[in-house]
């Protein structure tokens, strides 16, 4: 017997007795009753056809039916030993709070197990679905502790496990702060990879090894993960990035790295970060880039010139919702040819510039210039403080997206004698040869009214009025009851005398012998002595 034989027999050993431990481990765990699952779930059929190489279709919806497991086979309406079969089943909204071994089938499978409650992860989880496809276990409460590389490895084949097909990944809103370093190495063909929404705060090592080894990823989301840049080691390995969402997080400028994946990168969401500004090389080397998403930040200020110079093949722009931005590099756009959707909606802009003559432009019927952008299909401007001046509808003319302004909530904020207009009811010749009335200038400058110097004046002369009167009032007052006292209208007020004191007074005066009245009015004479 060569030692090839030996080999293969020792590894088929190992492999029935890893299989029978792997029964032994699971054979105790409950799983749902899969007889007439189909009266229970939603089961659907599609058959394959051959002229269209359309594969067999089966979908599994088993969502929100209080499942507290899977099932431990396919139903036997589908056909699980086909590789040209397709499986979608669901289970989301039950409450399995652990994920169990799949059931085994050769199919092309998309699994689902959204808001379920899960926990724990049993590994291998997949080993018996090797052409899983696609995997959503989004909306749980998966840790790093329960996410290791066992979970996602394939079957045992001579001495080493195969990997398994997955090839798009959602793990979005769970409980991740960190990723193990060797996460991927059984899913080489991950394309899309969604991290949004777990707290991640930091991309540490061992979390930028297991993105740097997933490197046929296309779409990458690390949404509202809390962290503020992203390590270069990750750039260097993922040259095959297209799509980047990096929405809700705190990066306050792009990594000094960033432009390496400049030559793929078609998409990149940076809304409701920290950024007080962009610049002309903010941008510098995404040659590709075809959409950019940067609304929602509070902080943005402006926009400066040549910003958006180096994104030629820009076609989608979101630059709303910026509060507090109040410049804007529509110029740099002249360079985006192919632009056909631009929002710049719900900001603190009043005006938009071009660096060119445009009253040559506009004037001049004979020559047709040509249009900036020719396949502009939507231009949101609403929500701005704009200032209809002359410069601003030339601007949108010749832009040639003045008749795009639709709808009762773009108008004009300034002037007075415009407040209030539909910008779309306005047109450049008429607002350019306008007469502007001077009073409107007057009060645009004017202070408050308690500051004007006539309303001052007036109110000194109010409160002197006022004064003045309250003297002479009072002084009325002081002399009428002057006079009525002189002239004795007053009241003299009654004094009162005790017989005890008129007694005294008598005697004071010698009348010993004489009589003292009393209160009856009778007399009494004291007897000699």
Partial sequence: MDSYTIIMLIGLIFAIGWMQIGAAQHEDIPYENVENICSTCVCSEKSANPKTNQKAHHMLNCSAKRFKHILARWPNEFVRSQKDTTIVASFSGNTIELLQQLPATNATLSFACRHCGIKYLQSPTFMDVPNIVALDLAYNTITAEELIPDVFRGPYHLNSYESIALIELDLSHNHLQSLDRHLFQHTPNLTILNLGHNNFKTLDTPTTAALSSAIRLQNLDLSYTD???????????????????????????????????????????????????????????????????????????????????????????????????????????????????????????????????????????????????????????????????????????YAGSHHMVEGDLTRCDTPYILSGAKLSNLTASQVCSMQIPVKYHVIDEDPPRFRRKRYVILTVITASVVVVLGLMIGLIVVCIRRRLKRDDFGVEPIRYTSVRSSNLSAFSHGHTNGAAVNGGGRSVTSPAV
Wanted: hydrophobic share 40%; with cysteine.
């Fill in 227 to 397: 962290i503020n840049t992203i390590p270069p080691a990750i750039f260097e390995k993922l040259i095959s990035l297209k799509t980047l969402n990096l929405a809700g997080n705190k990066f306050v400028h792009l990594p000094s790295n960033f432009r390496m994946i400049g030559k793929t990168l078609d998409s990149l969401n940076l809304a409701g970060n920290m950024f007080s500004g962009f610049e002309d090389k903010t941008f510098m080397g995404l040659e590709k880039l075809t959409h950019l998403n940067i609304s929602g930040m509070a902080p943005l200020k402006g926009i400066q010139n040549n910003t958006f110079s180096h994104l030629k093949h820009l076609t989608n722009l979101d630059c709303s919702h910026n509060p507090n931005m109040e410049k804007f590099d529509l110029n740099g756009l002249m360079q985006s040819l192919n632009l056909t959707y631009l929002d710049i909606s719900h900001c603190h802009l009043s005006s938009l510039t071009l660096n060119i003559d445009l009253s040559i432009v506009l004037n001049n019927t004979n020559v047709t210039w040509p249009n900036p952008w020719p396949m502009l299909k939507t231009f949101k401007i609403e929500g701005n403080a704009w200032m209809c001046n002359c410069d601003l509808l030339k601007t949108l003319e």
